[in-house]
Each structure stands twice: as C-alpha cells, then as structure tokens.
C-alpha cells in the first residue's frame, strides 16, 4: 500500500545524506572527542564542521552554537539558564499561552518559585499583541520566551517587531523556540535582537536526540548540569557525534526559498481542496500563506479526529490531531482553546504536515480518501 507520510511537525525521515555521514562518523569516527589522540581529533574535526554548517544557516558565529540532546533540552537550558543568572536583576518572566510543554513546563516550575510569569494570549489566528507585551513588559523583567512557528497550528510571530521592544529594556533576554521556524523561515538570531535560539534535528530530517542552542555571545546563562566541561561547558557530557554529524548535514540540506514555496504550492492544494469539496471544514489559526508552509490545521465538523486519524491510516495516510507528545492525551489542544475554537471544532481538528518529498498526486490522493472517509464516519456518527 502506498504510504503517505503528513506528520512531518512531529518528525521527519532523516535525509539519506544525513544518515551515510552518520554512518561514517559511527563506524570511523567512535573515539573520543576529547582525547589527545588522531582519532579524538578526528571526532572533535566532525563535531566543528557540524558547528559551522548550523552556525551559517542561522547567521551566527560557530561558537554561538552549543549542542544539546534535543529541543526540549535546548528549551530547558534557555529558560531556566537565564531565571538562574539574572534573578537578582528582576522577577518577572513572559512567555505566550501556545508553547511547546517544554516551554509552558518550564515556567510553572518557575512561578513555583517564586517567579512572577505573564502569559501572552493570541489573536484567533495564533499571534500575539504586541500591545500586551508592552503593557507587560517592566524593569523587572528578564526574560522573554516566544516561539517562532507553532506546531499546531502554524502561527508565525513577528519576531523582529518583539525584538525591537526587547531591546529597549537592560538584563533582559529574548528566547525563541525555533524548532518549528529552523528551516522554515528565514530567522536570522543576531538580526532580530534574539539572545537565545532553540532548534532540533529530527524536525529537519536529522537524526532525533540531538538539538543546539545559539546563545548569543555575552549572554549570562547558568547552565544546568556540572561535568567535564564539555560544549565550554554549558551542557557538559561526552558529545553525540554521530547525531551532531547528523544534524550537521541535514542542516546543509534545509530547503532554500524555493522549496519553502513548492510546500506552500502542496498546503495550497490540500486546503483548498479540502475546503472546497469536504462540508463543514475549517482551516484553524493563520490563512495559508500567512502561516508556516509545512503546517495546515484543518476541523471536521461532526467527526472526531482521533477516528479519522486511524481511518486515514488504514489508507496509509500518517497525520495527527495535534501536537504528537499531547496527541495521546485525553485533554483537548489548549493551543486551539486559545484562538477560541469552540469545542466540537476542537475535537474533530487534524494537523497535516507536509515535506518536499510530498507530491501534488499525494495530496490528490489524501484529499479523495479524506472525502469517503468523513462521508462515512459522519454517517456512523449519526446513527
Ligand atoms: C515547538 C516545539 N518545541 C520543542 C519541541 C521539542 O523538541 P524535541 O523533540 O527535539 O525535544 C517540539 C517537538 O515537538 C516542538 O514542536
């Protein structure tokens, strides 16, 4: 049967080039990096030129760049780092009511605390105001976490105009969650006045279990576990070579302008379409174009999305409801409860995402097998 992988915000396939260096690094490269020897050097070599590949996409300089084990710990370091290292200069946090758990977590824990914590809320197409940021923002503040795409919905923020606020303000550091935007936007840290920039490698077609964060340099962060002094020892620990190598490549490989446009051509067909020929379907948060070109969030009226999930796949068609880690979870999306989805719409939400390896006869192919599917799980429904 033919499969069609939509799920692409949750993981993607690793690059066949990612893996052979991977392979190489492996098998030829396993000592390590930081022995004395040829072949510590060697790894230490892989490692550097990993450094560098990631360095020129995001603009920066290699040794902004720091290796982590994934977003989520990139994430981790970012908030709770700089709530460590600049607490005596203030107490108030901000971050928006759409971020990953491995941002939302983070900030209950500091408001446990002691912390104060404002949470930005969103327009109904997943932004936030940036009157309300304003309005938050104070001489007590010192740091503020937003992501640049959601990976529900999409959402893209206006980093720079944030930026420009921030910089108004001293002790005061400026967090992206870019997991979602490494790739898919051309987001550039050091020009949009962004300290701190979280990114992953299995959203990239990397392997997983391997992130960075770019720390802008001078930024005062705290880091979270003591060691060897490994990554100037902000994230100490004998360092993922062949995953970094990985990930090294499969940065090498993100799609160029071009690319980004031949994803928006496919999200254009499959919403459209669905739209079109599919009754009581809504696309939720940004219009097409004005969201990330690999994210479409589409509601079935009167269908549950986790049924339709498992009808698609016995059609071989891989999408989600959601967010992948809460997507097992009984509690609905709190990302689409804050654009203010009324609850059926909720529950019958699908997130479709897409790559360059989806073709438009794929997206032909989904949308027909979408239509008998919902045609016939509407019909249950009302029995
Ligand atoms: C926006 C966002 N942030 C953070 C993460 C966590 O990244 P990782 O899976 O690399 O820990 C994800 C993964 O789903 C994400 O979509």
């Given at each position: 049967m033919k499969e069609i992988y939509l799920d692409n915000a949750a993981t993607t396939k690793p690059h066949p080039k990612a893996v052979e260096e991977m392979k190489i690094a492996l098998t030829?490269?396993?000592?390590?990096?930081?022995?004395?020897h040829g072949m510590g050097i060697k790894a230490e070599k892989l490692i550097k030129e990993a450094r560098k590949r990631i360095a020129n996409k995001l603009e920066v300089n290699p040794k902004e760049v720091y290796f982590t084990s994934g977003g989520t710990e990139s994430n981790n370091l970012a908030i709770q780092g700089v709530a460590n290292s600049l607490k005596r200069y203030g107490n108030r946090v901000i971050t928006t009511s759409i971020e990953h758990p491995s941002v939302l977590e983070v900030f209950n824990r500091l408001e446990e605390d002691g912390f104060e914590v404002k949470y930005l809320s969103v327009d109904n197409t997943g932004k936030i105001k940036t009157d309300e940021l304003k309005k938050f923002l104070?001489?007590?503040?010192?740091l503020v976490s937003i992501m640049g795409i959601n990976n529900e919905i999409g959402s893209i923020q206006s980093l720079a105009e944030i930026g420009e606020l921030i910089a108004n303000y001293d002790n005061l550091y400026f967090h992206v969650d870019g997991v979602q935007s490494f790739a898919k936007a051309d987001i550039y840290p050091e020009k949009l006045g962004v300290d701190l920039y979280s990114i992953s490698s299995h959203k990239i077609h990397g392997p997983k279990g391997v992130g960075a964060l770019y720390i802008r340099k001078g930024t005062r962060l705290d880091n979270l576990m003591a060691g060897s002094g490994q990554e100037a020892g902000i994230r100490p620990g004998t360092e993922n070579v062949p995953g970094i190598v990985g990930f090294g490549k499969a940065a090498e490989l993100i799609p160029t302008k071009e690319d980004r446009d031949k994803i928006y051509k496919l999200k254009e067909l499959l919403v459209n379409r669905i739209l079109d020929e599919i009754e009581g379907t809504v696309l939720n948060g940004p219009d097409i174009y004005s969201g990330a070109c690999h994210i479409a969030n589409i509601s079935f009226e009167g269908v549950k999305g986790e049924v339709l999930v498992h009808t698609l796949e016995r059609e071989g068609i891989y999408v989600s409801t959601g967010a992948a880690c809460s997507s097992r979870q009984e509690t609905p999306s709190y990302v689409l409860e804050a654009i203010n989805l009324r609850k059926e719409m909720i529950e019958g939400a699908i997130r479709f995402s897409l790559s360059l390896e989806i073709t438009e006869e794929d997206i032909n192919y989904v949308v027909d097998k979408l239509k008998t599917s919902v045609t016939m799980l509407r019909k249950i429904m009302q029995r």
């Open positions: 030829t490269a396993y000592a390590n990096p930081s022995s004395l104070n001489e007590d503040t010192i």
